[in-house]
């Protein structure tokens, strides 16, 4: 009798946990996984977007028409015509109230309604208001936006760097931004001075450390200071390779260093 108890015990235990398994596998068998981080998986079930943890259990349920890639350990879900923020682990970060949701980078999200873009935190507030046509993910602190057709730069918190007065901005690249106003190209150094002023018809990025601009219909080339290296008296010209480049002066083409010799 003692041992027809104890098969009895062991064959129910055995089947709750079988039982405990096909639950917690019962997401995971019916949906498609579209992508994992660290254990938690983005699934698809019947076209709608959830994410299940390393069980398989739900932690954000399978509800959503689009979601997208977590990033800080966060990912944006769209409802409808609106959009918020989730952890990985269900909470929510930014509530359903936007019509457009970002990725978080450097803990912050840009947000946008009624066409004016923002930004917020990882707690969901608004840190930097919802007051620019366009505004950039951050990247490493700063982040480009434009309002009233003009851009700048800003820092985490909202404040301006460089002022909005450029009609373009570039990334910044080894330390320095090409910027553009009034028809004229420049650069401006990562303590938001423009080093190289706005004066140029035309400006490539810095190659070999030296950078090509055309002036008055003229190329010649500027250092990283802004000073000149070589004179603006060439017809034509290309970006500095390995400390040498092709130029043509006079209807003449050959070879120059660094420091306009010629070779």
Not at 61 to 66: H, L, M, R
Not at 94 to 100: F, G, M, Q, R, S
Not at 194 to 214: K, T
Request: glycine share 10%.
């Amino acid at each position: 009798m003692k041992h027809l108890i104890f098969c009895l015990l062991v064959c129910c235990t055995a089947f709750a946990q079988n039982n405990s398994v096909k639950k917690e596998d019962t997401v995971l068998n019916k949906a498609k996984v579209q992508y994992n981080s660290n254990g938690y998986k983005k699934v698809t079930n019947h076209s709608k977007f959830g994410v299940v943890d390393s069980t398989g259990v739900e932690t954000i349920p399978s509800i959503y028409d689009q979601m997208g890639f977590f990033s800080e350990d966060k990912i944006w879900v769209k409802l409808g015509d609106k959009m918020g923020s989730f952890s990985k682990t269900g909470q929510e970060i930014i509530p359903l109230i936007y019509d457009y949701v970002g990725n978080f980078k450097d803990e912050r999200a840009v947000v946008v309604n009624k066409g004016k873009y923002g930004y917020c935190n990882t707690d969901g507030k608004v840190t930097i208001p919802l007051i620019y046509d366009i505004a950039d993910q951050f990247k490493n602190g700063i982040a480009i936006v434009r309002k009233s057709g003009k851009c700048g730069i800003i820092n985490v918190n909202g404040k301006v760097l460089l002022p909005l007065i450029y009609d373009t901005i570039d990334g910044f690249d080894n330390g320095l931004a090409r910027v553009y106003r009034d028809k004229k190209w420049g650069y401006v150094d990562i303590n938001f001075k423009e080093i190289i002023p706005c004066m140029y018809e035309r400006a490539n990025f810095f190659r070999d450390g030296l950078c090509l601009l055309l002036l008055n219909g003229k190329i010649g080339f500027v250092d990283k200071s802004g000073t000149i290296a070589i004179p603006f008296i060439y017809e034509m010209a290309e970006n500095f390779k390995n400390g040498t480049t092709t130029v043509t002066l006079n209807g003449k083409t050959f070879i120059i260093d660094k420091q306009g010799n010629k070779i």
